[in-house]
């Protein structure tokens, strides 16, 4: 019976990227290169959007560079390359940010020809801190390699630095090589702002790599770190509280490798999975995670009454839009491990009621929505509750459609809409220039594929949520099955196991001491309750 050993599986999706900007120098100086000098002097119109710039004047400044960068004006080929990386610093500051990313972009494609090429990796950085994780700075940011940060090693540059080392490592992560991706994210200084992120992704590359004990190490170096590297208090919380919850799946993955060679050693690595996800915070938007996750390893530990209690929590009226339809399999397992056959049925029955007609509903609204546009109109609407959904499926699709990855998407396209609401405010002869054209063009561009992207993401993790169901359908059938040739006395070896250890364990009762006390369960949930319910399991197994 595959119920018996669900796998936790910790996910770099839940983190966003953190809005850690260092203090960006630009004082309107103008610094010519020599080796542009030695190419003829600047036209007029260089010259000119020169003066607008160091004026602040970058709208004219823009028009100006873009005439450049177009060769109507004879300037040499060095001068357009300082013009295009003028006309990414001027749409910078103009608050363009996606129309600079893409001057940007094309600098760093173009390499390391580019006169502007390694001055563009600090605008980069910035960036970073002003547009979300969909407009993929990462990438662009690893055209560079690590040599190219050297420049940002003084004094008066490391924050850069430490950002830039911390988006390296992010883009080995993401490409998969895990062993650069080690290297760069344990370079970033410990007082940096940085730490803590770059920190979490070192902790993740461990566990891609299942090396549990180098993955322990760094989400507790996070825990170390998280109240002193300048983080925001909400960074803080939220950091720590994910240091928690990552520790208890990496504890509990441990517990339940073949190279655990002992019962005692597997159950003190379930005891640490139990402590880890007992320390995040009950306001925290990982603690149903926390709380779900530690039903599953008592049930594992023999631990039934305490499973039990984690579920009554968790269909309690204070998580009525919460969706943990597997609660409800730990359930009906723990009644079945414990020779409950009414009760394991009555549990079955009680999820089919509830999640059949779910599953259906959902898959229906699915077909509904062929497209990536189409399903990104109905997120919108789903995000606005203007979406014509049953009470049914409204909260379950809700949950869904709020995951980081599906909801940073949605940031990128309305701050790419809020980008075309300042082009419009800009003056006219901006809007009408080859720079505006410019700005029209890749604003337009990049929201379509946002769009785009946003409706793909949100659809997968929609399907996601329909497989998963369908699964735990089919775990709901094995029970059933299981039930039956219990009832026929012709169990599977892997059932009279789960029941031998259920009678062998005293996991079912509620054990009280000197620092607790019985308050029998009348209807009534109490919030501060919550997490510390226990339900009696009477074990009817044959000793």
Not at 116 to 145: C, F, T
Not at 393 to 421: C, G, M, Q
Not at 427 to 454: C, T
């Amino acid at each position: 019976m595959a119920w018996a050993s669900a796998a936790i599986v910790v996910s770099a999706a839940t983190v966003q990227a953190q809005d850690m900007s260092f203090s960006l120098e630009d004082t309107g100086q103008v610094n010519i290169d020599p080796a542009s000098v030695a190419d003829g002097p600047p036209s007029e119109v260089m010259n000119a959007a020169l003066g607008h710039y160091a004026a602040k004047q970058y709208a004219r400044a823009a028009v100006g560079f873009k005439q450049v960068i177009g060769g109507g004006t004879g300037d040499a080929p060095a001068k357009q390359h300082q013009a295009e990386f003028f006309l990414a610093k001027s749409l910078f500051h103009l608050k363009l940010f996606q129309s600079a990313l893409s001057v940007f972009d094309s600098i760093s494609q173009a390499g390391p020809g580019h006169r502007g090429y390694a001055d563009s990796l600090q605008w980069l950085a910035q960036l970073a801190s002003e547009l979300p994780e969909p407009a993929k700075i990462v990438e662009k940011v690893g055209r560079y390699g690590l040599p190219a940060l050297d420049q940002f090693r003084a004094p008066q540059t490391v924050k850069v630095y430490n950002q830039l080392l911390y988006l390296l490592g992010r883009f080995a992560y993401d490409k998969g090589e895990l062993d650069r991706a080690v290297d760069v994210l344990s370079m970033v200084s410990a007082d940096s702002k940085f730490f803590v992120p770059a920190t979490f992704y070192l902790g993740m590359t461990h566990v891609r790599q299942r090396k549990s004990q180098p993955a322990i190490a760094a989400f507790r170096r996070m825990l170390e770190k998280v109240e002193s590297t300048g983080l925001t208090k909400t960074e803080t919380t939220q950091y720590r509280n994910l240091a928690w919850l990552s520790l208890g799946r990496v504890y509990y993955s441990a517990a339940n490798q073949a190279s655990v060679s002992s019962d005692e050693m597997r159950a003190r690595l379930i005891g640490n999975a139990v402590d880890a996800w007992n320390r995040v915070e009950q306001s925290s938007e990982y603690w149903l995670d926390a709380l779900f996750e530690g039903a599953w390893a008592f049930f594992l530990s023999d631990e039934y009454a305490r499973a039990l209690g984690n579920v009554h929590s968790l269909y309690s009226p204070y998580f009525s839009n919460a969706y943990y339809p597997e609660a409800l399999v730990i359930k009906a397992v723990t009644f079945f491990a414990n020779c409950q056959a009414a009760n394991s049925r009555a549990t079955v029955a009680r999820f089919h009621e509830l999640y059949d007609p779910v599953q259906a509903e959902l898959s229906a609204v699915l077909a509904r929505y062929p497209d990536n546009v189409a399903f990104f109109n109905f997120l919108r609407d789903v995000r606005q509750d203007k979406a014509q959904l049953s009470k049914r499926i409204k909260p379950v699709v809700s949950s869904a459609l709020s995951s980081r990855s599906v909801l940073r998407n949605l940031e990128y396209v309305d701050i790419l809409t809020e980008e075309e609401s300042r082009l419009a405010k800009l003056p006219m002869y901006f809007r009408n220039s080859d720079a505006g054209a410019l700005v029209m063009q890749e604003v337009a561009l990049a929201k379509s594929f946002a769009i785009d992207e946003a409706g793909n993401i949100a659809k997968e993790r929609y399907g996601r949520v329909v497989a998963e169901l369908r699964d735990l359908m089919n775990q709901v059938d094995s029970v059933e099955l299981e039930l039956t040739t219990f009832e026929r006395g012709q169990l599977s070896e892997q059932a009279r196991v789960q029941q031998g250890a259920a009678a062998a364990s005293k996991g079912g009762n509620v054990v009280v001491d000197e620092e607790h006390q019985v308050w029998p369960f009348k209807g009534e949930y109490w919030r501060d309750e919550l997490g510390f319910y226990r339900q009696q399991v009477t074990n009817l197994c044959r000793r």
